[in-house]
């Protein structure tokens, strides 16, 4: 077994390429949103770099963004999946970066750039965690590397992916991106599970061509008509009007409560950094969380109709449009949502508004007793005090194939997510420190997962 002094000793000494190639990865601009051309130099540069430790490199398709595989051979019996991506969100509003979002900038010991804490530190420092241990001796499990190409739009082919390549991803455990690592207070956070996601467009077509106001005396608003059906779903505090939406939602379990009672809602330093007057529903500090894990949302990404540029313009638009999410918790469904969804909008005479449908994902929860989870818990104990235990988090992941449909028990440990990263948002960072503390706590997991 390769000592935790080594690896540290080993990390330390280089620690300055490691943020350098960190940020050589972080200056593609692999936005998945802007399609396949966008995102291959990254993959690319990717294999590269894996097929110095491994020649079983390939890239997995199934109709979508390729994802990048490589197995490395391990001393151990175990197998480990490691789920990263290297896709990356848009970068608008452009002009609120302070620098350019695909020149990785280092600024009071943090790193800033696109796609730096989502996800691109898993990437690179589980790299350099096998570059590591490699060059002091093996690696102690055998690692699947499986980098995916288009999370952040959804994740649209990973399941075909999942199913058609089970045997390259079968392993005793999987290391799934870290997410949220660090509460406000500095404690590390590791969660078992994601909620779901339903994303559709509603598009409503009421006249051929935009009017001149003027008649709008007489012709219909398409305009009011998506209103009323957007209105018609939910309330401010969250209540969803469709029926059946919330039949398949289940209740916490004690285990659930034990763990969401020692997590810290962090209500006023979220005031202060997000800037809201009041929560949804007003709840009690030891409801937030339970609140926000356990309520499935129904959320207005965006409207689009008519003017709304400089000036006034009178015009009656013709056309309306505005993009949903719905975030769903077990064992809520994306397909049933969607059925449930046309069926509302029929029975409240908004039968006219279309439904594109985006992507969607099932919820996923995995076992927070299981080896892996374990593992993890004792190494992130033992490098930076007892963990804050999440059943699953707020957010949405491709984890239920790999939790649910492979069966592999799925961990979101420790990396550099910190509640001011502002990921998805300009000026997206990370702690330049919390980047090397990921390389050795991916070693220190490996070696402890691979010695039994
Ligand atoms: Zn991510």
Not at 170 to 192: H, I, M, N, V, Y
Not at 244 to 270: C, L, N, Q
Not at 444 to 451: L, Q, T, V, Y
């Amino acid at each position: 077994m390769i000592s935790t002094s080594a690896v540290d000793a080993y990390v330390e000494k280089h620690t300055r390429r490691f943020v350098d190639e960190l940020k050589e990865l972080c200056s593609f601009p692999s936005i998945s949103n802007h399609g396949h051309a966008a995102i291959q130099p990254a993959r690319d540069w990717l294999a590269d770099r894996l097929a110095r430790f491994t020649d079983r490199v390939e890239t997995l398709e199934a109709g979508g963004m390729p994802a990048l595989y490589a197995e490395v051979k391990g001393a151990g019996r175990r197998k480990l999946l490691l789920y990263e991506h290297y896709d990356v969100q848009p970068v608008d509003p452009l002009d609120l970066w302070q620098s350019p979002p695909f020149e990785p900038a280092e600024r009071d010991g943090r790193i800033v750039a696109r796609g730096v804490a989502d996800d691109k530190a898993d990437v690179m420092a589980r790299i350099h965690a096998l570059e590591t241990l490699k060059n002091l001796g093996e690696a102690p499990v055998t690692l699947r590397f499986l980098v995916e190409g288009e999370e952040e739009i959804g994740s649209r082919s990973f399941a075909k992916i999942a199913h058609d390549h089970a045997d390259k991803l079968k392993a005793d455990g999987c290391l799934w991106e870290s997410g949220t690592s660090f509460d406000d207070a500095g404690r590390p956070t590791l969660q078992f599970g994601c909620r779901g996601l339903a994303y559709v467009q509603l598009r409503v077509k009421r006249l051929d061509f935009d009017q001149h106001s003027g008649f709008a005396s007489i012709y219909p608003s398409a305009a009011m008509y998506l209103i009323g059906a957007l209105a018609s779903l939910r309330d401010q505090d969250m209540n969803i009007k469709i029926d059946g939406f919330y039949d398949r939602v289940v209740k916490p379990t004690e285990t659930d409560r034990r763990m969401m009672a020692t997590i810290d809602p962090e209500t006023e330093k979220r005031r202060k950094l997000v800037g809201f007057d009041k929560l949804v529903r007003d709840p009690k500090p030891e409801q937030v969380i339970e609140q926000m894990l356990f309520l499935p949302t129904c959320n207005i990404a965006g409207v689009t109709t008519g003017y709304q540029g400089p000036g006034s313009k009178t015009v009656l638009p013709a056309e309306a449009s505005a993009k949903l999410d719905f975030r769903l918790i077990p064992n809520q469904d994306p397909d049933d949502v969607v059925e449930l969804l046309r069926r509302h909008l029929d029975r409240h005479g908004f039968e006219k508004v279309e439904i594109v449908r985006g992507e969607g994902e099932k919820p996923a929860r995995s076992d927070p007793s299981s080896a892996i989870a374990r593992t993890v818990i004792d190494c992130v104990r033992d490098m930076h005090g007892e963990p804050v235990l999440w059943p699953f988090m707020p957010a949405t992941g491709p984890m239920h194939p790999v939790v649910s449909d492979l069966g592999i028990p799925t961990v979101l440990p420790v990396g550099v997510g910190r509640p001011d990263n502002r990921i998805h948002a300009p000026n997206e960072n990370i702690r330049a420190a919390d980047y090397i503390n990921t390389v050795r706590l991916n070693c220190r997991i490996w070696e402890r997962f691979g010695a039994a």
